[in-house]
């Protein structure tokens, strides 16, 4: 048996390669979840751009790993967030929200998707369940495709005045 403590390993292991482990590619995303699948997992996903990642983030990935199944975070590539947000957009790029959401203990893997909308992804994927802001309501953008799949929505409630375009004007106040 090693000397080494299970502390001390995890001191020891840049974060980074850590957080790697949780990284799924779109080109090979099909064929783990369809092992994962395999192995009695339940799939549950969420997607979004998660820029400038604040405590209302937490919450409705938190929320969505509450479900109890195997937590899947789609980002929005830098291609995708500046079809749907603007030029300018996103403020921290893809490869730094990918380091920042594989970092949370509650998210299992992470992905992203280049298209303006994730519903191609989620046709690949066809998660159990698929977790959304109750803002969108029940006829979001991925809801059709989640039900084709034979997943089911979960909508999550928005804590008020944690988003990020009030976080950016509160900047912009403190700062001009």
Same mark, same amino acid.
């Given at each position: @048996?090693?000397? @080494?403590?299970? &502390?001390?390993?995890? &001191?020891?292991? !840049? %974060?980074?390669?850590?957080? /790697? /482990?949780?990284? #799924?590619? !779109?080109?090979?995303?099909?064929?783990?979840?369809?092992?994962?699948? $395999?192995?009695?997992?339940?799939?549950?996903?969420?997607?979004?751009?998660?820029?400038?990642?604040? $405590?209302?983030?937490?919450?409705?990935?938190?929320? $969505?790993?509450?479900?109890?199944?195997?937590?899947?975070? $789609?980002?929005?590539?830098?291609?995708?967030?500046?079809?749907?947000?603007? =030029?300018? /957009? *996103?403020?921290? !790029?893809?490869?730094?929200?990918?380091?920042?959401?594989?970092?949370? &203990?509650?998210?299992?893997?992470?992905? %992203?998707?280049?298209? !303006?909308? *994730?519903?191609?992804?989620?046709?690949?994927?066809? *998660?159990?369940?698929?977790?959304?802001?109750? =803002?969108?309501?029940? =006829?979001?953008?991925?809801?059709?495709?989640?039900?084709?799949?034979?997943? #089911?929505?979960?909508?999550? /409630?928005? +804590?008020?005045?944690?988003?990020?375009?009030? +976080?950016? &004007?509160? +900047?912009?106040?403190?700062?001009?």
């Amino acid at each position: @048996m090693s000397s @080494m403590s299970e &502390e001390t390993l995890q &001191e020891s292991t !840049p %974060w980074s390669q850590v957080c /790697k /482990k949780k990284i #799924l590619s !779109p080109h090979n995303l099909k064929a783990k979840v369809e092992a994962f699948k $395999a192995d009695g997992h339940r799939i549950i996903t969420l997607n979004g751009s998660f820029d400038l990642l604040h $405590a209302g983030h937490l919450y409705i990935i938190h929320q $969505a790993k509450s479900l109890g199944g195997t937590l899947i975070v $789609a980002l929005n590539s830098d291609k995708s967030v500046r079809q749907y947000k603007g =030029e300018g /957009k *996103p403020i921290i !790029p893809l490869t730094e929200r990918i380091e920042l959401i594989s970092a949370l &203990e509650f998210v299992d893997f992470v992905t %992203w998707f280049d298209e !303006p909308d *994730p519903k191609d992804l989620l046709a690949l994927i066809q *998660p159990n369940i698929h977790v959304n802001g109750s =803002e969108y309501g029940e =006829e979001c953008i991925e809801a059709a495709t989640v039900r084709e799949g034979g997943g #089911l929505l979960h909508l999550v /409630k928005r +804590i008020p005045k944690l988003a990020t375009s009030q +976080i950016v &004007e509160t +900047i912009l106040k403190v700062y001009r």
